[in-house]
Protein backbone atom coordinates (compact mmCIF):
# COMPACT_ATOMS: atom_id res chain seq x y z
CA UNK A 1 0.00 0.00 0.00
CA UNK A 2 3.07 1.77 0.06
CA UNK A 3 4.11 5.10 -1.90
CA UNK A 4 6.77 5.47 0.12
CA UNK A 5 9.47 2.84 0.20
CA UNK A 6 10.86 3.24 3.71
CA UNK A 7 9.62 1.29 6.03
CA UNK A 8 7.75 2.66 9.31
CA UNK A 9 5.17 4.58 7.59
CA UNK A 10 3.81 7.12 10.01
CA UNK A 11 0.03 7.60 10.93
CA UNK A 12 -2.44 8.63 13.68
CA UNK A 13 -5.26 6.92 15.32
CA UNK A 14 -8.00 9.26 13.93
CA UNK A 15 -8.91 13.17 15.70
CA UNK A 16 -6.85 16.17 15.58
CA UNK A 17 -7.68 18.81 18.02
CA UNK A 18 -10.23 20.81 17.19
CA UNK A 19 -9.60 24.73 16.59
CA UNK A 20 -11.01 27.20 18.98
CA UNK A 21 -12.62 28.85 15.88
CA UNK A 22 -14.42 25.47 15.08
CA UNK A 23 -15.28 24.21 18.17
CA UNK A 24 -14.82 24.43 21.95
CA UNK A 25 -11.00 23.23 22.64
CA UNK A 26 -10.19 20.71 24.74
CA UNK A 27 -13.23 18.40 25.10
CA UNK A 28 -14.27 15.29 24.26
CA UNK A 29 -17.83 16.35 23.16
CA UNK A 30 -17.39 20.23 22.41
CA UNK A 31 -20.19 22.47 21.09
CA UNK A 32 -19.62 24.10 17.53
CA UNK A 33 -19.09 27.91 17.10
CA UNK A 34 -21.12 28.33 14.00
CA UNK A 35 -24.40 26.43 12.03
CA UNK A 36 -25.68 25.85 9.01
CA UNK A 37 -23.47 26.80 5.66
CA UNK A 38 -21.06 28.95 7.81
CA UNK A 39 -20.22 25.57 10.33
CA UNK A 40 -19.84 23.64 6.75
CA UNK A 41 -17.01 26.12 5.59
CA UNK A 42 -15.74 26.56 9.32
CA UNK A 43 -15.18 22.32 9.27
CA UNK A 44 -13.85 22.18 5.71
CA UNK A 45 -11.41 24.52 6.75
CA UNK A 46 -10.28 22.85 9.72
CA UNK A 47 -9.99 19.82 7.76
CA UNK A 48 -7.72 21.41 5.15
CA UNK A 49 -5.70 23.10 7.83
CA UNK A 50 -4.86 19.80 9.84
CA UNK A 51 -3.98 18.02 6.59
CA UNK A 52 -1.21 20.54 6.13
CA UNK A 53 -0.44 20.42 9.23
CA UNK A 54 -0.07 16.36 8.88
CA UNK A 55 1.87 17.07 5.73
CA UNK A 56 4.28 20.00 7.00
CA UNK A 57 4.89 17.45 10.28
CA UNK A 58 6.17 14.59 7.99
CA UNK A 59 3.34 11.61 8.36
CA UNK A 60 2.76 9.95 5.31
CA UNK A 61 -0.54 8.35 5.97
CA UNK A 62 -3.28 11.14 6.28
CA UNK A 63 -6.95 11.89 7.74
CA UNK A 64 -9.04 14.29 8.00
CA UNK A 65 -8.60 14.62 11.94
CA UNK A 66 -12.44 13.75 12.24
CA UNK A 67 -12.84 18.03 12.32
CA UNK A 68 -16.17 17.16 11.05
CA UNK A 69 -17.03 15.25 14.01
CA UNK A 70 -18.47 16.08 17.61
CA UNK A 71 -17.37 12.82 19.02
CA UNK A 72 -16.13 10.22 16.77
CA UNK A 73 -19.26 7.37 17.74
CA UNK A 74 -22.05 10.27 17.28
CA UNK A 75 -20.57 11.83 14.38
CA UNK A 76 -21.73 8.90 12.14
CA UNK A 77 -24.88 8.11 13.66
CA UNK A 78 -26.02 11.33 13.30
CA UNK A 79 -26.37 10.14 9.40
CA UNK A 80 -28.38 7.32 10.51
CA UNK A 81 -32.47 6.95 10.88
CA UNK A 82 -33.95 4.57 13.33
CA UNK A 83 -32.43 6.94 16.53
CA UNK A 84 -34.24 9.11 18.55
CA UNK A 85 -31.90 12.04 19.66
CA UNK A 86 -34.25 14.05 21.04
CA UNK A 87 -35.11 11.24 23.55
CA UNK A 88 -31.82 10.65 25.66
CA UNK A 89 -31.16 7.76 28.56
CA UNK A 90 -28.36 7.24 30.68
CA UNK A 91 -26.38 4.55 30.01
CA UNK A 92 -23.09 3.13 31.82
CA UNK A 93 -20.28 3.39 28.96
CA UNK A 94 -17.38 0.65 28.66
CA UNK A 95 -18.77 -1.84 30.99
CA UNK A 96 -20.13 1.08 33.54
CA UNK A 97 -16.87 2.82 33.40
CA UNK A 98 -18.38 6.01 33.26
CA UNK A 99 -22.11 7.05 32.52
CA UNK A 100 -23.29 9.06 29.52
CA UNK A 101 -26.71 10.55 28.18
CA UNK A 102 -27.25 8.36 25.03
CA UNK A 103 -30.07 8.57 21.77
CA UNK A 104 -32.28 5.40 21.95
CA UNK A 105 -32.76 3.05 18.67
CA UNK A 106 -36.05 2.77 18.00
CA UNK A 107 -36.83 1.05 14.70
CA UNK A 108 -35.01 0.07 11.65
CA UNK A 109 -31.67 1.23 10.92
CA UNK A 110 -31.07 3.25 7.36
CA UNK A 111 -28.14 5.22 6.42
CA UNK A 112 -29.77 8.78 5.84
CA UNK A 113 -27.55 9.54 2.86
CA UNK A 114 -23.16 9.46 2.82
CA UNK A 115 -21.57 10.47 5.85
CA UNK A 116 -17.95 11.37 4.86
CA UNK A 117 -17.88 11.80 1.72
CA UNK A 118 -16.93 15.76 2.27
CA UNK A 119 -13.75 14.54 4.09
CA UNK A 120 -12.97 11.58 1.63
CA UNK A 121 -13.20 14.39 -1.48
CA UNK A 122 -11.26 16.90 0.39
CA UNK A 123 -8.53 14.50 1.17
CA UNK A 124 -8.88 13.71 -2.63
CA UNK A 125 -8.23 16.80 -3.81
CA UNK A 126 -5.57 18.22 -1.59
CA UNK A 127 -3.16 15.50 -1.24
CA UNK A 128 -0.86 12.99 -3.22
CA UNK A 129 -0.59 10.84 -0.02
CA UNK A 130 -2.01 7.87 1.54
CA UNK A 131 -5.94 9.32 3.08
CA UNK A 132 -6.95 7.50 5.70
CA UNK A 133 -10.78 7.63 7.03
CA UNK A 134 -11.94 6.15 10.69
CA UNK A 135 -15.18 4.98 11.69
CA UNK A 136 -16.56 3.71 14.79
CA UNK A 137 -16.36 -0.48 14.67
CA UNK A 138 -19.56 -2.17 15.44
CA UNK A 139 -19.27 -2.95 19.08
CA UNK A 140 -18.31 0.41 19.82
CA UNK A 141 -20.98 2.06 18.26
CA UNK A 142 -24.07 -0.61 20.82
CA UNK A 143 -22.04 0.51 23.74
CA UNK A 144 -22.55 3.65 23.15
CA UNK A 145 -25.90 3.53 22.55
CA UNK A 146 -29.72 2.47 24.21
CA UNK A 147 -31.70 -0.34 22.27
CA UNK A 148 -35.08 -0.51 22.11
CA UNK A 149 -35.38 -2.37 18.47
CA UNK A 150 -33.30 -4.94 17.85
CA UNK A 151 -33.10 -6.87 21.26
CA UNK A 152 -29.49 -8.34 21.41
CA UNK A 153 -26.55 -6.51 20.87
CA UNK A 154 -25.14 -8.78 18.72
CA UNK A 155 -28.40 -8.14 16.20
CA UNK A 156 -28.07 -4.53 16.68
CA UNK A 157 -23.96 -4.68 16.01
CA UNK A 158 -24.78 -6.62 12.67
CA UNK A 159 -27.03 -3.98 11.74
CA UNK A 160 -24.49 -1.29 12.17
CA UNK A 161 -21.82 -3.52 10.25
CA UNK A 162 -24.51 -3.15 7.11
CA UNK A 163 -24.21 0.54 7.67
CA UNK A 164 -20.31 0.77 7.82
CA UNK A 165 -20.46 -1.25 5.03
CA UNK A 166 -22.50 0.88 2.72
CA UNK A 167 -20.38 3.99 3.91
CA UNK A 168 -16.93 2.40 3.75
CA UNK A 169 -17.60 0.58 -0.02
CA UNK A 170 -18.39 4.50 -1.07
CA UNK A 171 -15.42 6.00 0.33
CA UNK A 172 -13.25 3.24 -1.16
CA UNK A 173 -14.73 4.81 -4.41
CA UNK A 174 -14.23 8.38 -3.26
CA UNK A 175 -10.12 7.42 -3.01
CA UNK A 176 -9.55 6.36 0.17
CA UNK A 177 -6.67 3.88 0.57
CA UNK A 178 -7.23 2.75 4.27
CA UNK A 179 -10.31 3.04 6.36
CA UNK A 180 -10.15 2.21 9.88
CA UNK A 181 -12.79 0.47 12.69
CA UNK A 182 -12.28 2.27 16.09
CA UNK A 183 -12.85 -0.29 18.74
CA UNK A 184 -12.02 0.58 22.07
CA UNK A 185 -15.02 -1.65 23.45
CA UNK A 186 -12.71 -5.22 21.95
CA UNK A 187 -10.83 -4.08 25.60
CA UNK A 188 -13.49 -4.57 27.76
CA UNK A 189 -15.84 -7.00 26.13
CA UNK A 190 -13.06 -9.92 25.78
CA UNK A 191 -15.68 -13.03 25.11
CA UNK A 192 -18.08 -10.80 22.82
CA UNK A 193 -15.32 -9.96 20.64
CA UNK A 194 -14.09 -13.73 19.67
CA UNK A 195 -18.57 -14.79 19.99
CA UNK A 196 -19.85 -11.88 17.23
CA UNK A 197 -17.43 -8.84 17.67
CA UNK A 198 -14.98 -9.92 14.55
CA UNK A 199 -17.91 -11.26 12.84
CA UNK A 200 -19.55 -7.95 12.44
CA UNK A 201 -16.30 -6.34 11.64
CA UNK A 202 -16.06 -8.53 8.77
CA UNK A 203 -19.53 -7.37 7.75
CA UNK A 204 -18.19 -4.06 7.95
CA UNK A 205 -15.68 -4.61 5.69
CA UNK A 206 -17.31 -6.95 3.09
CA UNK A 207 -16.34 -6.44 -0.53
CA UNK A 208 -13.53 -3.73 0.28
CA UNK A 209 -10.24 -4.02 -1.38
CA UNK A 210 -8.60 -1.24 0.16
CA UNK A 211 -6.58 -1.48 3.73
CA UNK A 212 -9.04 -1.71 6.54
CA UNK A 213 -7.55 -1.53 10.12
CA UNK A 214 -9.06 -2.07 13.67
CA UNK A 215 -7.79 0.54 16.32
CA UNK A 216 -8.51 -1.00 20.26
CA UNK A 217 -6.76 1.41 22.75
CA UNK A 218 -7.89 1.92 26.18
CA UNK A 219 -9.29 5.03 25.58
CA UNK A 220 -8.76 9.35 25.24
CA UNK A 221 -6.95 10.72 27.71
CA UNK A 222 -9.61 11.52 29.74
CA UNK A 223 -10.12 11.53 33.74
CA UNK A 224 -12.56 8.56 33.51
CA UNK A 225 -9.56 6.37 31.34
CA UNK A 226 -6.82 7.75 33.22
CA UNK A 227 -8.57 6.15 36.69
CA UNK A 228 -9.75 3.11 34.82
CA UNK A 229 -5.91 2.23 34.10
CA UNK A 230 -4.88 2.64 37.14
CA UNK A 231 -7.58 -0.31 38.37
CA UNK A 232 -5.98 -3.07 35.71
CA UNK A 233 -2.67 -3.74 38.03
CA UNK A 234 0.77 -3.84 37.09
CA UNK A 235 0.37 -5.48 33.67
CA UNK A 236 -2.77 -4.89 31.25
CA UNK A 237 -3.11 -8.06 29.18
CA UNK A 238 -6.48 -7.65 27.62
CA UNK A 239 -4.63 -7.70 23.67
CA UNK A 240 -3.25 -10.96 25.49
CA UNK A 241 -7.37 -12.71 24.71
CA UNK A 242 -8.10 -10.68 21.88
CA UNK A 243 -5.09 -10.79 19.41
CA UNK A 244 -4.80 -14.66 18.02
CA UNK A 245 -8.39 -14.24 17.10
CA UNK A 246 -7.75 -11.09 15.16
CA UNK A 247 -4.22 -12.39 13.86
CA UNK A 248 -6.93 -14.72 11.87
CA UNK A 249 -9.37 -12.24 10.73
CA UNK A 250 -9.86 -10.69 7.56
CA UNK A 251 -8.67 -7.22 8.63
CA UNK A 252 -5.49 -6.20 7.33
CA UNK A 253 -4.10 -4.20 10.36
CA UNK A 254 -4.18 -3.82 13.89
CA UNK A 255 -3.48 -0.32 15.88
CA UNK A 256 -2.69 -0.63 19.45
CA UNK A 257 -1.46 1.15 22.48
CA UNK A 258 2.08 0.79 23.04
CA UNK A 259 4.29 3.63 24.62
CA UNK A 260 3.67 4.59 28.35
CA UNK A 261 1.29 2.21 28.92
CA UNK A 262 1.24 -1.40 31.00
CA UNK A 263 0.95 -3.34 27.78
CA UNK A 264 3.75 -6.43 27.66
CA UNK A 265 5.42 -5.37 23.97
CA UNK A 266 5.61 -9.14 23.50
CA UNK A 267 1.89 -9.77 23.04
CA UNK A 268 2.44 -7.78 19.65
CA UNK A 269 3.84 -11.08 18.23
CA UNK A 270 0.26 -12.83 18.97
CA UNK A 271 -0.51 -10.54 15.49
CA UNK A 272 1.71 -12.52 13.37
CA UNK A 273 0.77 -11.53 9.78
CA UNK A 274 -1.06 -8.22 10.45
CA UNK A 275 0.30 -4.75 9.96
CA UNK A 276 0.76 -3.60 13.29
CA UNK A 277 -0.02 0.55 14.28
CA UNK A 278 2.55 0.65 17.15
CA UNK A 279 0.93 3.76 19.07
CA UNK A 280 4.83 5.38 19.84
CA UNK A 281 2.60 8.94 20.45
CA UNK A 282 1.08 9.35 24.63
CA UNK A 283 -2.28 11.08 24.00
CA UNK A 284 -3.10 11.07 27.72
CA UNK A 285 -0.02 13.29 28.62
CA UNK A 286 1.18 16.79 26.74
CA UNK A 287 4.34 16.02 27.60
CA UNK A 288 6.21 15.81 24.12
CA UNK A 289 8.32 12.45 23.13
CA UNK A 290 11.31 13.16 21.58
CA UNK A 291 12.11 11.14 18.42
CA UNK A 292 14.34 9.61 20.30
CA UNK A 293 12.07 8.02 22.13
CA UNK A 294 10.29 6.87 19.59
CA UNK A 295 12.47 5.25 17.64
CA UNK A 296 13.45 3.71 20.96
CA UNK A 297 10.00 1.89 21.21
CA UNK A 298 9.93 1.06 17.31
CA UNK A 299 13.32 -0.73 17.83
CA UNK A 300 11.15 -2.53 20.97
CA UNK A 301 8.14 -3.06 18.72
CA UNK A 302 10.98 -4.78 16.15
CA UNK A 303 11.73 -7.86 18.45
CA UNK A 304 7.73 -8.81 17.63
CA UNK A 305 7.07 -7.25 14.52
CA UNK A 306 8.53 -7.38 11.26
CA UNK A 307 9.86 -3.94 9.40
CA UNK A 308 7.15 -4.24 6.76
CA UNK A 309 4.34 -4.61 8.97
CA UNK A 310 5.24 -2.20 11.79
CA UNK A 311 3.92 1.67 11.15
CA UNK A 312 4.46 3.68 14.34
CA UNK A 313 1.15 5.90 15.49
CA UNK A 314 -0.41 7.36 18.49
CA UNK A 315 -1.78 5.53 21.28
CA UNK A 316 -5.41 6.80 20.37
CA UNK A 317 -6.97 10.09 18.71
CA UNK A 318 -6.41 13.76 20.07
CA UNK A 319 -9.40 15.37 20.24
CA UNK A 320 -8.91 17.19 23.75
CA UNK A 321 -5.44 18.21 23.67
CA UNK A 322 -4.16 21.58 23.49
CA UNK A 323 -3.29 21.68 19.44
CA UNK A 324 0.22 22.76 19.31
CA UNK A 325 1.00 20.09 21.85
CA UNK A 326 -0.84 17.35 18.95
CA UNK A 327 1.38 19.36 16.21
CA UNK A 328 4.73 19.49 18.21
CA UNK A 329 3.78 14.99 18.60
CA UNK A 330 3.19 14.78 14.89
CA UNK A 331 6.70 16.41 14.55
CA UNK A 332 8.13 13.92 16.93
CA UNK A 333 6.41 11.01 15.58
CA UNK A 334 7.78 11.60 12.06
CA UNK A 335 11.45 12.62 13.13
CA UNK A 336 11.19 9.67 15.67
CA UNK A 337 9.80 6.81 12.59
CA UNK A 338 12.78 8.82 10.58
CA UNK A 339 15.90 8.01 13.29
CA UNK A 340 14.17 4.24 13.05
CA UNK A 341 14.44 3.94 9.31
CA UNK A 342 18.49 5.57 9.73
CA UNK A 343 19.02 3.13 12.61
CA UNK A 344 17.77 -0.09 10.30
CA UNK A 345 19.46 0.62 7.27
CA UNK A 346 22.71 0.97 9.67
CA UNK A 347 22.11 -2.78 10.66
Known amino acids: M ?10 LAGSLPKPAWLAETKKLWPAWKASG ?21 GIDIVSDGEQSRQHFVHGFLEFVEGIDFSR ?3 MGIRNNRYDAMVPVVTGELRLKGRVHQQEALLLKNHTNRLRKITMPGP ?9 EH ?10 FAGLLNQEARALQKDGIDVIQFDEPAFNVYMDDVTRWGIKA ?58 IDSRVPIELMKLLKGKDVLVGVIDVATDKVETPQQVSEVIQKALKYVPAKHLFPCTNCGMAPMDRDIAIAKLKALAAGAALARKKLKRR
Open 139 to 147: MTIVDTIAD
Open 2 to 11: SQNPDMFQTT
Open 201 to 258: LHRAIEGLKCTTCVHICYGYGIQANIDWKKTLGNEWRQYEAIFPALAKSKIDQVSLEC
Open 88 to 90: KVK
Open 150 to 159: YGSREKLAMA
Open 37 to 57: AELERAKRDATLLWLKEQEDA
